[in-house]
Every structure is written in C-alpha cells, then in structure tokens.
C-alpha cells in the first residue's frame, strides 16, 4: 500500500495541470488515511490475540493471567463451561432410571451375552473352513458327478469298513440321483442308506423322502430293504425323531463308527444336501432352534416347519458336520442367488444354515451348473481385497 501511495505522487507531482495536482493530494490524503487506519486495525487485532492466549505483546511486559469472567467480558468467542451444579458428579439416577412407582431402579449386574449371563444362540466360526467348489456344464453333468461321486466313496469306505452309508436330503437333490442307478459293479448289500430330514408323513405320501428316493433309484438297484433306514409311520414327530435315532445308535461301528471325542456322535461316510431358496439345509431353517447346534439328540423333531408339511425330522447340525464327507448340491438357475450368497457373503450366524455346514474333521464340497454359478464371482476370489477371506 505504502509504494501504491508513492507511485501516485511521483504521477501527481509531475502533472502539468494544477487541478491534477489538486486531485491527486486529495487521493493521497484519503490513502493515507486507509493506511494509518489499517495499521491501527492490525496492531489491535495484534493485542487482543496476545491477550486471548495469556500474554502480551513483545512491546509490553507480560500482563497477569485474567479472570475467566475478565476473559469472558472481553471476547464473546470464548465458551466458559461453568462448574457442575452436582459436587460429587453427576448422580447415578437421573429423570429416567426412575420407576413408576418414583423408586430409583435397580442397577444392572447383567455382564452381556456370553460373558457369564444367557450366551448367544449362533456363533461365527472359530476357524476358516476349506470348502472344495466343483461346476459341471449343467445339471446332467452335474447328476453323473454325483454318481461317480457316490460311487468312489462307497469304494473307499467298504474298503476301508467293509460297509458304506449314504445320507440322502430331500427336495430338488433326489431328482439328480437316478443315475446312481447305472453304476455297475457296486457291492449293493454293503450299502446303507439313511435320511438327513424326512417329512413326518406315510411312505406312500407325494411328499415323502423315502418315496421319492425309491422312485429316483432304489427301487432300481440290490440294496437289501433293511439296508434302507426309513422313518416309522404312524408316530408323532417327537417320537417318530426318537425311534429313528434309535435305529441309528443300534447299528454297529463297523457300519457307523462314532467320534473320538463326546459326545460321540455318528460318522456317515457321505451326506447329499440341497439348499432352500432361504439358505436351509436338511430340515435346519433360518434362526430356529434345531439350527443352533445346541439342542441335545442326533435326530431333532420339527413342529413348525415354514415349508409344508410342517411336522418333519432332521439331523442335528453337530451330526452332519460330523460326517467323513458333505456335498451341497445346487443345480439350476432358481438357486442362482442363494448360491451368491452362501459362498460370497458373511450372513449373520443362523441366518443361512448353509454357512454352519463346517466339517469338523471331514470334506465340504459344493455341486454346480452353470446357471446356479452364474451370479458368482470366482474370477475374483483371488483377490484378496474383494474376498478377505479367500485362500
């Protein structure tokens, strides 16, 4: 500003008209003035923030530290917080934490979920689980690799065992088995089959599991009638669970050895499971209780199915996470989203009982087409910024 008002009057004084000369010291006079007054400005502005951080300018000797209310009266900028009107702090009852009655409530001793009070129904898991994704062209493809699937393991185990034991899911699944019926050279005596769920209905009825298998390959193949484990007519659901664990536990380890550790649960050498539109697996559905794992038995009653008919059995989640070897089997574009979100996103525990399918000690393997995958990213599961979890 100052060079402003400089080159101004070099300009002025040079000019040959009076009344130019006249004009500019006005001029000059009005920037001299906008001067001193900016100065004055700054060197206030100067003072009062040296004042507002407790001391002053270099000018002055240091002042006294003022007042909160000095401070207060002289800058409307700052926020006093006045002193609590509680001396002892705030008090442990407020407006709120009164009852009806104007009582003070009692205080909490509750320590939360899992931490000594009522522990959470469903648990993430505490370990990665290895999880094997085989896709066929389609779901022919797939029903011959459930066949040499089915076939490999029978060899395997009546090998190993002398006996095989295959554990058949309702629904969808039983349409994909009617090749197992042209395996040839299979040891059919040796072979037992069992029902991961089963409708609480007569063996005749259109919704019967064991009538569907009969149609799909049994009837078909030399696999002895007793070899066949079906539920029994005629019981309620409680019993009808009940008298099919019986049947179970009465066979012999060579057939169905137990785990090493309690409780000892059985080992199948293979399970075959669908998958509902809703993520349910055997008869375990989405947030119930037969889901959690925690329910005591090997075969659980189902009273309340959300899928007619509502009356069914099922095996437990600690038995089929107890088996040699479990396949989901998932063909067909109706699955296609379900599929998605099985093997790509984290659900809440319980909320897809797919998720909870978690060999302890055997193989998970899952069975595609091409149009179940198609909602799948696999080119990316590499990635493990988009799959974390990926290995």
Not at 291 to 311: C, D, Q, R, W, Y
Request: proline content about 7%.
């Amino acid at each position: 500003m100052v060079s402003l008002v400089n080159q101004i009057a070099g300009r002025a004084v040079a000019s040959p008209h009076k009344t130019c000369q006249a004009k500019a010291a006005a001029r000059i006079s009005r920037l001299s003035r906008v001067l001193v007054i900016s100065q004055s400005v700054q060197q206030q502005e100067r003072t009062e923030a040296a004042e507002f951080v407790g001391s002053a300018p270099k000018s002055k000797p240091a002042a006294s530290p003022r007042s909160v209310e000095e401070r207060q009266q002289s800058s409307a900028r700052i926020n006093v917080i006045a002193k609590s009107r509680w001396a002892s702090g705030i008090p442990p009852v407020m407006g709120a934490h009164l009852m009806s009655s104007g009582e003070a409530a009692p205080i909490s001793t509750s320590k939360g979920a899992d931490l000594g009070g009522i522990p959470h129904s469903f648990h993430y898991a505490n370990k990665e689980v290895d999880a094997d994704v085989v896709q066929f062209a389609n779901a022919d493809a797939g029903a011959q690799g459930i066949a040499r699937l089915v076939q490999q393991a029978a060899e395997d185990a009546i090998k190993q065992k002398g006996s095989f034991t295959l554990v058949l899911s309702g629904g969808s699944l039983l349409k994909g088995l009617t090749p197992l019926a042209t395996i040839k050279g299979m040891e059919w005596s040796k072979w037992h089959i069992f029902y991961v769920d089963e409708r609480n209905v007569a063996h005749s009825n259109p919704d019967s599991t064991h009538k569907g298998a009969q149609e799909a390959f049994l009837s078909k193949v030399k696999i002895p009638s007793e070899n066949v484990h079906a539920i029994k007519e005629g019981l309620s659901v409680q019993d009808a669970a009940t008298e099919y664990a019986g049947q179970i536990l009465h066979l012999s380890e060579n057939i169905i050895p137990k785990t090493t550790s309690a409780p000892h649960l059985p080992v199948f050498d293979l399970i075959l499971l669908g998958i509902g539109p809703d993520g349910h697996v055997a008869s375990l559905f989405p947030n119930r209780e037969q889901t959690t794992g925690a329910s005591e038995g090997i075969v659980l009653p189902v009273e309340n199915s959300p899928k007619p008919p509502p009356e069914r059995i099922t095996f437990s989640l600690p038995v089929i996470n107890s088996a040699k070897q479990v396949v989901i089997v998932a063909f067909g574009g109706g699955k296609a989203e379900i599929v998605q979100r099985a093997l790509e996103v984290q659900a809440l525990p319980g909320a897809l009982p797919a998720q909870l399918v978690q060999p302890q000690a055997g193989s998970l393997t899952w069975y595609l087409d091409s149009d179940s995958a198609q909602s799948l990213h696999i080119q990316d599961w590499d990635d493990k910024k988009a799959f974390p979890r990926s290995s």
